[in-house]
């Protein structure tokens, strides 16, 4: 078989992703190689087709053991014989697992780093028939990459003592030394690399000030309910405070962190992919062992500390391909906490350059994606249009009186404040300690009192970034003036700043939303896709797999566009295995057509259903004519709406169409007179006596019965 059809057969899909075909060719050539693609980009595949069309067995590395759960539960309902082999298994568990391998009914093995080199294993090993070693998370085998195991560096062995056998090491993580690393750690021999593009583009980018975040998250939920999302901060506490203002505003949500029992986390993590608990405020320790293909959104409720992180975490979303967001709040102070702790660790410098290139990011007047990208490397041609600069471009202003203000306050004050001092001055505030200190009598006090805080915070954010104002990191955070900053106040340098107001937008927002009622096709396609995410709950529940591994968010979208009421439709749907297919694919069938009978008076809304509609009354019982008058059509028309069924398939008794005599007759006429003449021909033959409907009709069952 080859690779494409083993796609279509046990994934479902058609197409292989850009890179696909290329690996998995170099990787059944007994090839070793190194994979670099993002999050969600199609890793997977690329070594489990080959394991499908190899003899032996595939040994996976993986990290973690949810991970390898969630993998290997995904190839069972696949049809794909899969096990894992790890310390959390009994043993008896382990040694079924190692009968069934020795007895080569296992295509592929999960197994962990501690597991693989340890010496009993080592002895199973040498007695079967090795396929290849797939190494998934190989940046954890790096001390440069950001996730490092030092089980992983034990690898080195593999080639040393199977030196015949391929492997394939693969990555979300892109920078170069950790390539170089990994390569060098397993000794792979002459390596090819894939660097797949790193561009998500069904991920949407959106950064905004962190003002009013639990307002804006409960707000931001909202309009995406039932959807299934993460929400990662920085402390612990957080976790547990962001959850607790949802829940108070009844939105569901848990949260997670390092702090909780084991026990208590792999539950919350459980919950979470089954989609009992759609939403977890987490920390980062959260979602590294996922791969729910159906997380549609990602809010960070604190910048990451770099873009690989940041990247990592919202690549989380929308695994499946379905577009879906993220949210980033952005705000000076976790700059801040990142430096103290970035100047307590070791790497300081590099670390400091890459917090300052996501603090770029986030404060980005030009499309985000292209700066994403940039950042790995590439370069994006166009503007993305998915993030929220491009949607909603800044608008420029003469900034130069904002300017001088600020600046001139700065000076006044000597240089020894930090930005909320300097906005309360600026706003007149009756602060006591800026009566105390006689900050009110500065010439600049309350020059800026028709300028929200929130909106002095974005602008003196982007004099930091034009370079007219400095923070002194050394002296608690104090605003400092520049070179720049004098031209302005003593030369007349103009300044542009960008329009900054938040709530304003934030407004506009609302309004656009709650004007656009949805049309009534959006209803009909909202009313089938939740009838078929509850369907998709149920089996799940009664199988105990998550939903997703039944059929992903993006299969059911297809299905509720498409309609599938039968296999053979519904194997045009991409991401629907003949094993799932089989499985499943009657009840998923039998949803689909009962929305359709139940909306029949939108029959002509749901395009292309419309005999799929006919042919279920049909089978009801009801008459030719009986439908006909349900429907408001013509009796020709549905007869002729039978005839299409009938030849894509259905069973028609040709009973209940018309009497034996009547079919002999027709028969008789196209045996005289042909088909290719069309109807009018055949029904002058017969003197009219015989309704064009069921000439239609007899025609396809002459055309079936004929042999
Ligand atoms: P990674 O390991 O790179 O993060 P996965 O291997 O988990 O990504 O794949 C992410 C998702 O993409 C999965 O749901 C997978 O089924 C899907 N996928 C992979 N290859 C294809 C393809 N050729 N067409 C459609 N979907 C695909
Ligand atoms: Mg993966
Ligand atoms: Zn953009």
């Known amino acids: ?200 583009p069904n991920l949407s980018l959106t950064v905004v000030p962190g003002q009013k975040r639990i307002q804006k998250i409960i707000y931001f939920i909202k309009q995406r309910l039932g959807q299934s999302g993460i929400i990662y901060c920085l402390s612990r506490k957080s976790t547990e405070s962001v959850a607790r203002s949802l829940i108070n505003s009844g939105i569901n949500a848990s949260y997670y962190h390092a702090g909780l029992p084991s026990r208590k986390r792999s539950e919350i993590q459980e919950e979470f992919i089954k989609d009992n608990m759609q939403i977890t405020c987490a920390t980062i320790a959260f979602g590294m062992g996922i791969d729910k293909s159906n997380i549609r959104w990602v809010i960070h409720y604190n910048m990451p500390q770099n873009i690989e992180n940041y990247y990592q975490q919202i690549g989380r979303a929308g695994r499946d391909g379905m577009n879906s967001d993220t949210l980033m709040f952005y705000s000076f102070s976790d700059v801040i906490v990142y430096r103290k702790f970035i100047e307590e660790g070791a790497n300081i410098e590099i670390e400091k350059a890459k917090l300052k290139r996501i603090q770029e990011y986030a404060e980005a007047q030009t499309c985000r994606r292209k700066i994403l990208l940039s950042y790995f490397g590439e370069h994006l041609e166009d503007n993305c249009n998915n993030c929220d600069v491009c949607k909603n471009p800044p608008a420029q202003f003469d900034g130069t009186v904002i300017a001088q203000k600020a600046l001139s306050a700065i000076y006044r004050l000597k240089e020894k404040v930090g930005i909320n001092m300097l906005i309360d001055v600026l706003r007149g505030s009756q602060r006591n300690d800026i009566i105390r200190q006689g900050y009110n009598k500065i010439k600049t006090y309350a020059a800026g009192k028709n300028i929200s805080f929130a909106d002095w915070q974005q602008l003196i954010l982007q004099l930091l970034n034009q370079g007219f104002i400095e923070i002194a990191y050394d002296r608690n955070h104090v605003l400092q003036l520049t070179d720049a900053s004098k031209d302005v106040l003593f030369n007349k340098r103009k300044v542009s700043l960008v329009k900054t107001s938040e709530q304003e937008r934030i407004k506009d927002i609302r309004k656009k939303k709650s004007k656009k009622t949805i049309s009534r096709k959006q209803q009909l396609y909202n009313e089938l896709f939740n009838k078929l995410i509850s369907l998709r709950k149920k089996m799940a529940d009664y199988y105990k797999i998550p939903a997703y591994a039944i059929f992903t968010d993006s299969v059911l979208d297809d299905m509720t566009k498409y309609r599938p009421t039968n296999e053979t439709e519904l194997s045009n749907i991409s991401g629907v295995s003949e094993y799932k297919r089989k499985k499943y694919g009657k009840y998923f069938c039998r949803e689909v057509l009962k929305f359709l009978k139940e909306n029949l008076e939108d029959s002509s809304r749901l395009k292309g259903s419309t005999h799929v509609i006919t042919y279920a009354l049909f089978e009801e019982g009801k008459s030719i004519e009986e439908i006909a008058k349900i429907r408001g059509l013509k009796i020709t028309t549905i007869y002729s709406h039978i005839a299409n069924s009938y030849s894509n398939g259905k069973n028609i008794d040709i009973n209940r169409i018309m009497p034996d005599n009547e079919m002999s007759r027709i028969k008789l006429a196209i045996k005289s007179m042909g088909t290719k003449e069309g109807l009018k021909i055949l029904y002058d033959y017969m003197n009219g006596e015989i309704s064009y409907g069921k000439i239609r009709f007899g025609i396809e069952y002459y055309k079936k019965n004929k042999k």
């Open 1 to 200: 078989m080859q690779s494409q059809q083993v796609l279509k057969q046990y994934f479902g899909y058609d197409k292989f992703r850009p890179m696909q075909a290329e690996i998995i060719q170099n990787v059944l050539e007994k090839k070793d190689c190194l994979v670099l693609m993002p999050t969600g980009g199609g890793k997977s595949i690329t070594f489990q087709i080959p394991a499908l069309m190899s003899d032996g067995i595939t040994i996976v590395v993986s990290p973690l053991i949810s991970l390898m759960k969630d993998q290997v539960e995904s190839l069972i309902a696949n049809g794909i014989s899969a096990a894992y082999y790890n310390s959390s298994q009994t043993m008896s568990q382990l040694k079924t697992t190692e009968n069934k391998i020795l007895y080569n009914k296992i295509k592929l093995l999960y197994v962990s780093p501690e597991k693989l080199v340890s010496k009993s294993f080592y002895y199973t090993l040498k007695n079967i028939k090795l396929n290849l070693f797939a190494i998934d998370e190989a940046h954890c085998i790096s001390q440069w990459g950001h996730d490092f195991r030092p089980e992983y560096t034990k690898l080195k062995f593999l080639k040393k003592y199977f030196s015949k056998i391929p492997i394939i090491a693969l990555t979300a993580t892109a920078d170069k030394i950790t390539a170089r690393d990994i390569i060098k750690q397993l000794c792979l021999n002459k390596p090819k690399q894939f660097i797949a593009s790193f561009d998500r």
